[in-house]
């Protein structure tokens, strides 16, 4: 049964609370956009790496979409919290860095299925929820600061190859960064997409057409359960589900987390053989529905999550046309504008894994092996990455009395 834990709001709060329904839309709007149109290009160009086709990409997006909706709308009105949801995009980072694994895109829709199940059994048995957290953070930080690191510097790159369009993107994001931070990795993915239409002219207009679902029967091979399931379902915890439940919490949210991991877990599950990422807790949106701005009444915010759920599925509805603006394009742009969306994750793992002096080297070593593009018998870099830090994590320890 959901039970609200966090502080009630005061009875000043709900007094003042006056808002009108259009302020849950128009907050819910912001969320919406913000938590979509910020790495939609992330998502497209890591399932792309993946060797998904347009199809089976535009499958992907919409299925994640409608996920992140159903479960936003769900889980706000069951306990009338604003729980908000997102796509993993590090973990779409991961696979972008990955690429094609042995069994091509269906094998990576098994890796996704098999991530829903992991987070599924985090949720269901506590001592598997505890293993995740035994992994020392700056290990886990140092990891996901390899995976990022790749698309990061994309816009540098794209500078050297594409210096006037590169460089209006990037100033772009730099001026709303100062002025409007939220709309920053938006308003440089607009632009990227406005050179895309310019320079592709020739190509002809993109008709709007509905999604379609496509099945993707998931094969379960092991080299990409290893380079994939098992690096996303950390990635999904440690930069997503963890985070995201600490912000609720900042506010006063408080949540079961169980059942949060048993739903978004099974609904990445279900999603997969469509060709979805994983669903998990938003981190940067949860503030927008749980701060005050969303609604200065506590116990009414959940309305706004619930808002943008169904703004999700929406703009599940414009899946075809987005893949089809991504896809059709030079994909050095559209990278440099998923990179500048991705700085403040890499500033953030950077600065976790270097912060623990005592932990410094094994955290190091991780991420150099991550972002090295490391593979060893077809498995990626940031397995071979996390296996680096536990070895001389472990080793350094090792008959060292405890102070």
Known sequence: MWVTQGTPPPRSARRMSSTSPLHA???GLLVAIVGFASSTAIVVKGLEAAGANAAEITSGLLAVSVAMGVLGIGLG????MPISIAWTTPGMALLATTGVVPGGFPAVTGAFLVTGLLIVAAGLFEPLGRAVAAIPKPIAAAMLAGVLMKLCLAPFVALSRLPVAAAVVLATWLVLFRFARLWAAPGAAAVALGFILVADGGGGPIAFTLPVPVWVTPVFEPQALISVALPLFLVTMASQNIPGYAVLGTYGYRPPFRPLLIATGLASALTAPLGAPTSNLAAITAALCAGPDAD??????WRVAVTAGVIYIGFGLLAAVLVGLVTRSSPLLVE??????LLGALGASLQGAVADEAERVPALLTFLTAASGLTVAGIGPAFWGLVVGLVVHVFLRAGR???
């Open 401 to 403: 009395k405890p102070a």
């Open 25 to 27: 839309v128009s907050s």
């Open 77 to 80: 009105l069951a306990t009338r």
């Open 336 to 341: 440099a504008a998923a990179g500048l969306a």
């Open 296 to 301: 200065p009444d506590p116990a009414r915010r």
